[in-house]
């Protein structure tokens, strides 16, 4: 599945690609938030970022930057922001660890401003719906290298959907 392009914007083509994906461990800070209310997604991961890339520098083994989204509610949510963590012992300097699931997954690559990335989860929305697939609640981005001066961000945006066997969330 394609789309075009929100509102006055270079047109955009995303491809909704089914995979396989590994399980991963994620550390990071975790926030509860409910959507609409307090600051923005954009402030929250901003400021989370921060905090964690202040004990990066002491992380070994410190992975590509992840958001990870669990849904709570109707309009909450927890959110983990960090960094992947390819070791598997307890998370270090005060962040919470957080394993991601293996099985199948919806996903996209986003190369562009950051203020399209919600497109990205809009075409996976999409591409769900029309084929009746159901997600498990828990997605995730992973960034590429920081992006350099004027280049797009890259990110991956995955969903972690049913597989063959598998009961619906509810």
């Not at 396989?20 to 926030?31: H, M, P, S, Y």
Request: hydrophobic fraction near 40%; charged fraction near 20%.
């Amino acid at each position: 599945m394609s789309g075009d392009a929100p509102r006055g914007g270079k047109p955009l083509t995303l491809t909704v690609n089914r995979e396989d994906a590994d399980a991963a461990r994620v550390i990071g800070l975790r926030r509860e938030v409910t959507l609409g209310s307090g600051p923005s997604l954009g402030e929250l991961i901003h400021e989370l970022s921060e905090k964690v890339t202040e004990a990066l520098p002491s992380i070994p083994a410190a992975g590509p930057g992840t958001i990870v989204y669990i849904p709570t509610g109707d309009r909450t949510l927890e959110m983990l922001v960090g960094c992947g963590w390819e070791l598997h012992d307890d998370a270090p300097y005060g962040l919470e660890a957080f394993d991601l699931p293996a099985g199948p997954v919806a996903t996209v690559h986003h190369v562009g401003p950051y203020e399209r990335l919600p497109f990205a989860h809009a075409v996976i929305h999409s591409w769900l719906r029309t084929r009746g697939v159901k997600d498990v609640g828990v997605h995730w981005e992973v960034y590429q290298d920081p992006p350099r001066q004027g280049a797009p961000l890259e990110a991956d945006v995955f969903y972690r959907i049913l597989g063959a066997g598998e009961a619906g969330r509810g």
